[in-house]
């Protein structure tokens, strides 16, 4: 910002006080020489020099008041008029100032009744001036044109600066409102990525904390009577235990910077030795589970314990990566609530069901997970839905008849999606094998 610009930004922060000099400035220099011209011979009288105060003080308010302003100009100047002091020159040239500042400051029927004003003033002036005898007519009407000309030259350049002036405005609102719009969007942008994270960790975190918890009570109780089924249980929750390492690495690899990642200045898997290295380069680059995974999870959960079986109908398609990931989570989350909340030796049934433009996904069991009394602590439900309505679907879950709970996703498919090349069309249907001894579960607790 220039010096220019500077002075001007502080001129129009005090307008009252500029505007307040500038009025004295002009009484002295215009008020105080100011000439009756219908006594053109006698000495300036106190009646004159009123007139010029009344005319030229509120000048002060000309922008900060600019109706009150005009209107106050333009009456002392009509009411030295009508009482006999027809022209105050100069100071009568201050009226083209009032209608200049209203019309830049002031709304749009202001100006409007303002040149209406100057209009019936100048008639006034032409008749005073030829009824008073200091002018005939043929020189009164050439004062009248005059007079009306200046008036419309003034009104025409402050349209224009009017104009200018509310085209300055709008660009400055609009730049505002796109700061504010921005602002927003980043807020927005910033809460839906933390709800998103959130939600991938709960997945993560609740599903393996459920699963070790599970094996390690029950090889606590079976260690005594069958050790061999609490080294299972140990081993099973390792292999927990690296599946979630795996995923948070891989869930965390994204929030972290160049600077941040393997191989920088900060000790890291770098730190461990090349395998180590590779070893998280590739945890960090796997995909993302998806509906292709759904046997390995069953498989997953039947090595804690759950009699579970997956059953999938209809001939199966691909899916957007992210449909994938929420079907997968919707699944490992609703397998994880049965295994906290359904009681011992449940019998799940895991259905994926493919219809000609949705994929349904249907977890059922026979527990007593829908007698649970909610302490409204849990977030899964809510993820759920919150999944599934990203991608316009809809999750239902609650207590099916003759015992037991259900939840049931659907989430609608491209029409024209092609098939998975890795599914066999044809439905098939795994059945449970045999279980490993059941550990025990917390019957109790809240669903998830």
């Given amino acids: 910002m220039t010096w220019w610009d500077r002075m001007l930004r502080w001129e129009d922060d005090h307008r009252f006080a500029v505007d307040s000099v500038g009025a ?3 009484w002295l220099v215009m008020g105080t020489i100011a000439i009756d011209m219908s006594a053109p011979g006698e000495p300036m009288s106190n009646a004159t020099r009123l007139a010029a105060l009344a005319v030229i003080g509120p000048l002060a308010w000309r922008r900060v008041r600019p109706v009150a302003s005009a209107a106050a100009v333009y009456a002392a100047a009509l009411a030295h008029m009508l009482l006999g002091i027809p022209l105050l020159f100069p100071a009568d040239l201050v009226v083209l100032v009032a209608l200049y500042s209203l019309t830049v400051h002031g709304p749009r029927w202001a100006y409007r009744v303002g040149m209406a004003g100057a209009a019936v003033g100048t008639l006034l002036l032409a008749v005073l001036l030829t009824t008073d005898g200091a002018f005939y007519w043929p020189a009164a009407i050439v004062v009248g044109v005059l007079v009306g000309s200046m008036f419309l030259a003034v009104f025409a350049f402050a349209l224009v600066r009017r104009s200018r002036r509310e085209h300055l405005e709008a660009l400055v609102d609009r730049a505002e409102r796109l700061e504010v719009e921005r602002d927003q969007q980043a807020v927005i942008g910033a809460a839906a990525e933390r709800a998103r994270i959130a939600r991938e960790m709960h997945d993560i ?24 089924a609490a080294t299972r249980a140990l081993g099973t929750i390792a292999e927990t235990g690296r599946a979630a390492l795996t995923d948070m690495r891989r869930l965390l690899g994204v929030l972290r910077t160049d600077a941040d990642r393997p191989g920088g200045s900060a ?11 590779a070893g998280a380069g590739a945890a960090a680059t796997a995909p993302q589970p998806a509906v292709e995974d759904l046997e390995t999870l069953v498989a997953h959960m039947r090595t804690s314990g759950m009699r579970v079986s997956l059953v999938r109908l209809g001939a199966p398609r691909h899916l957007p990566p992210g449909a994938g990931l929420t079907v997968y989570r919707i699944a490992q989350e609703s397998l994880t609530n049965v295994l906290k909340h359904a009681g011992p030796d449940p019998s799940v049934t895991v259905m994926l069901q493919w219809l000609p433009d949705a994929v349904r996904l249907e977890v059922s069991d026979d527990g007593r997970g829908a007698a649970a009394d909610s302490d ?21 879950a609650g207590p099916r008849p003759g015992g037991g709970f259900r939840v049931r996703a ?5 029409s024209s999606a092609r098939p998975s090349a890795s599914a066999s069309p044809a439905p098939s249907a795994f059945a449970a094998p045999p279980p490993t001894p059941p550990s025990p579960t917390n019957p109790e607790g809240p669903l998830a």
Avoid at 380 to 386: D, K
């Fill in 376 to 396: 409204g602590l849990g977030q899964g439900l809510v993820g759920m839905r919150e999944r599934a309505a990203m991608f316009g679907g809809t999750v239902t």
């Fill in 205 to 228: 975190v609740a599903h393996s904390l459920t699963v070790m918890i599970a094996q390690a009570d029950g090889g606590r109780y079976a260690a005594a009577a069958d050790p061999a």
């Fill in 410 to 414: 659907e989430l609608p498919t491209p």
């Fill in 24 to 26: 004295a400035l002009l």
């Fill in 267 to 277: 000790a890291g898997p770098a730190d461990a030795g090349p395998a180590a290295a």
